[in-house]
């Protein structure tokens, strides 16, 4: 398994932005491929973006398309989430999770809230 500690939330503006980061304990972390989720009160765990373990493959929640964008770097063995134009809906507990392949998440981080305000 791969310890992941994620951190960058906070609160936000309507309109604005932040840049979420997952750092992965191992040094295998570019095999794995790594995705972003998120929980909002009151509703369950919902998928945000995922990449694939060289970052030449992306898939996005119909939800963050054209505002969100996942990149990775794997010397660094951290994943990214770049969130703009963020809306009072994005308001959630964001998980980074890792897995062998972007349909089997086995780590999970601990999460980071992001509240945005209207």
Known sequence: QVQLVESGGGLVQAGGSLRLSCAASRRTFSSYAMGWFRQAPGKEREFVASINWSGGSTAYADSVKGRFTISR???????YLQMNS????????YYCAAGPTRYEWSSWGQGTQVTVSS
């Open 73 to 79: 770097d794997n010397a660094k063995n951290t994943v």
């Open 86 to 93: 963020l809306k009072p809906e994005d308001t959630a507990v």
